[in-house]
């Protein structure tokens, strides 16, 4: 039973909202994350799989872009296909939306494999069988811009990775370096500004332990920052984040 | 449909999981919280119903107490009921099975109502009409200990809380308390100690950007963590932790 498109429905509980009683982008980060393997379980590709050829998967670039963050009890689902594979790379789409199909937003994701001794790129040639899964639905959103070198006035902030920012992988996850980059704001800042987009691409890994710095460059009125985390003069993570003006009342 | 048990069923995602390939305490906590939230919204006394009454649902003490932690891409199903209720608590149990119905462990949390504006118990008598779903379904692991006073050797380390560590109440959310206690550990020592047990007691609320300090006293040849947060003077959340032995080969 091999589907093109997969959906999985949620009901956004409280605890899982943020301060201002919506969904978080760090909980649509790992709700996309469990989704696209659960479907590549269903495929035949999940991490059991590919561990049995030495690799394991790895989130490469990340699109959040959402029109509405469901709030506190709302239903929704998350319904995700594969737009393009190769030996490399596998590029998976998602749609998320209300119960009564009313598009929330979209996600865009770009997978790799990485050999597990070495942490290196793996040859995902199990992937050519997925040709004939590749979804021809659309995803309106762009997919993931070329993050830019951060500019000089950036504000830079420590931070030293931990035991709980660690995933089966060993490494650093994904939602850990969204709210790093999402913890440069402040409570006031968030209950009038609201993140529409985010974009993250991960170039290294980084490890528990691990002490780094937190770029963030702040542009046109806080509606954008640039973002990077470095270990050293090496930078592990680029992101984007665009935000939209609201009034959230206390 | 007032269901005395309610059960949902997950299946326990690689990146979900922690550097030891199985679920995390943080995570099976979320777990808890969610199901206890669906399980309530089923019953009518979900958070939108105690909003009418300008109240909240916040969560007094947890106990995790696991056999076996679920592995890689394991089904497990969480089974949470309501031992006992009167106008100011709620106790709500929680088994966690395999697939299979072998039991992993349970949970056990004690739920107040506190009254939005002014942060202070409030009264829920609409509890009451819950007596009839009281269960007489066992939880055979022992209720939240006294937790005590920190001896005079713990370590203390300093914390300021942000933004993503808040959550619809605009405080400081249970799960990430559990992040600030078990961070104190390094990943060697996860690679050979496991949680067995976790208590957890919460006695003020905590808001962003407050500085705390987490204080630790490993006992017993690291087999039991005192733990406590305070702020100032004033004890936030006292918490122990139990380990086992266990061999992670990484």
């Known amino acids: 039973m091999r589907q093109k498109e997969f959906t999985r429905s949620y009901t956004m509980t409280a605890a899982d909202c943020g301060p201002e009683s919506v969904m978080t982008p760090q909980f649509l980060a790992a709700m996309v994350i469990e989704v696209a393997t659960l479907h590549a379980n269903q ?19 990340l699109s959040l872009d959402m029109t509405r963050w469901p709030g506190i009890n709302e239903v929704f689902t998350v319904t995700t296909w594969i737009e393009g594979v190769n030996r490399h790379f596998s590029e998976r789409n998602f749609e998320i939306c209300t119960a009564d199909g ?12 990485i050999r597990v001794r070495e942490r290196s790129g793996g040859d995902l040639s199990l992937l050519e069988s997925l040709r004939d899964v590749v979804s021809e639905k ?17 504000v830079s902030t420590g931070y030293t990775f931990t035991y709980c920012d660690c995933d089966f992988n060993r490494h650093v996850n994904t939602v850990r370096y969204i709210e790093l980059l999402l913890n440069r704001g402040s409570l006031d800042f968030y209950d009038t500004c609201q993140v529409s987009r985010l974009d993250i691409a991960f170039m290294h890994e980084a490890r528990c332990g691990e002490e780094v710095t937190v770029e963030v460059a702040a542009e046109d009125n806080d509606s954008v920052w640039q ?24």
């Open 227 to 250: 973002c990077a985390v470095k270990h050293g003069d090496t930078v592990l993570t680029r992101a984007m984040i665009q935000f939209r003006k609201h009034i959230f009342n206390v």
């Open 43 to 61: 495929l035949g590709v999940g991490y059991d799989r590919l561990m049995l050829d030495g690799m394991t998967w790895v989130l490469s670039r």
């Open 138 to 154: 659309r995803c309106p959103v762009p997919p993931v811009p070329r993050l830019r070198a951060m500019p000089d006035d950036a």
């Open 102 to 113: 009313e598009v929330l937003g979209y996600a865009r994701s770009v997978w790799m494999g």
